[in-house]
């Protein structure tokens, strides 16, 4: 077999963009599905056959029950979450593998994030409150540990008690309590139990993957591209590298190692937590938006904020990604408005600007307005579609610079056009 390249799935937008239906469309003709960065923040929501399915840290692969999925060393792995979420699943071993240098993501983070959180006041990130920002601080600061630890439960709680010890003034500062020794020990066995069977150095499988089986590697994105901890809203981004050259580190890949690239985009716009958000529609539109398309999070169940379709910002995302395509996703939620919307620039300082400045929270969209449609919802072919429906996709084609290669119709997995 010759050498093949892994592929990217990657959020363009501020998350929720729908990943997870298009990764689990596609898995069914990939072997092997993997995840790269974040936590079980991420919540990807699959339908299939009305049947509806969360994920938080197990790769949208695993519905596909002939695919590989692997969990990454960029990932930050809570071991109470993977264990609830693995129970959905009947037997998974060889199917389910975790990177023994991936960071864990242990109670005592997520206190940690919402302390930090409470002390922000109106500051708040609005973060999940899952510890990732604490989580992937240890891992940079060099005082985290990594999944492979769980081998030996004993050692890795006598380093738990030792980080509580050395920070103890400022643990108590946020009112986080140190652990009990035997209550940490016990549960981190019982992780053990459960975890260590899938625990191993995922690079070298996927390099194996790759080089000597040509299979065929899906890589699933987390978050979305302006969470981006260098390239996103700073600060109120999430704590990892979500964009498609994060992908590599997170997994021990290099550049060649990648193929093709598709941005996953929402046909308008969400994001939830708090930060700039140029397009937010606090009006009756954006209330439509957020009830028509069911836009409460998968993980917090918190109001996702909805506006129009910002193409100055997926432009730029999808030159940051690499994008060879865009998956343009839930098109149907769009059905009935007379009149749809695409952000073409900003104003900003009086100026028409079509980039984004630091201070994005100073920008006014300047908008395009398209025509509506009655019907796209259910649609399986471009033909089917609205004339006014193709041609938002065109302009939005047009705008961006990247072609759309697939169009999302309805949660359900069938219902997807795939663009010759
Ligand atoms: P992810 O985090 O990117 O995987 O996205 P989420 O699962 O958090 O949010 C996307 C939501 O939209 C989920 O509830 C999906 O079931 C749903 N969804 C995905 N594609 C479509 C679509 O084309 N139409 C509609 N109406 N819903 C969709
Ligand atoms: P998926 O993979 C949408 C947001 C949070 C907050 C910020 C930081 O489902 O698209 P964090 O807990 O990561 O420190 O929070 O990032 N956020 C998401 N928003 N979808 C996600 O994941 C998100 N993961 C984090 O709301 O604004
Ligand atoms: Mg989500």
Redesign the pocket.
Known sequence: MGKTKADIIV?IQ????G?GKIVDMLAQKYDMVCRSQ?GH????TIWVDGVRYALHLIPSGVLNPKAINVIGNGVVLSPASIIKEMEQFENLEGRLYISDKAHLNLPYHAAI?QAKERLKGDKA??????G??PAYSDKINRVGHRVGELRDPKKLTAKIMEYFEQNKPVFDAMGVETPNEAELLEELEGYADKLVPFITDTAVMVWEALDKKGLRVLLEG???TM?DIDHGTYP????SSTVSAGACTGLGLNPKDIGKVTGIVKAYCTR????PFPTEDHGSDGDRLAEVGHEF???TGRKRRCGWFDAVATKYASRLNGCDELALMKLDVLDGFEEVKVCVAYEYNGEQIDYLPQDLENVKPIYKSFKGWEKSAGARSFDELPQSAQEYIRAIEEITNTKVGIISTSPERDDTIIME
């Open positions: 959020g501020w998350g929720d963009e990943k974040g923040n991420a919540g990807h994030d990130i609005g973060t999940t409150g899952k990732i920002g987390a978050q979305g969470l109120y981004v999430t704590s939830v937590g708090n930060g999070g998968t993980t």
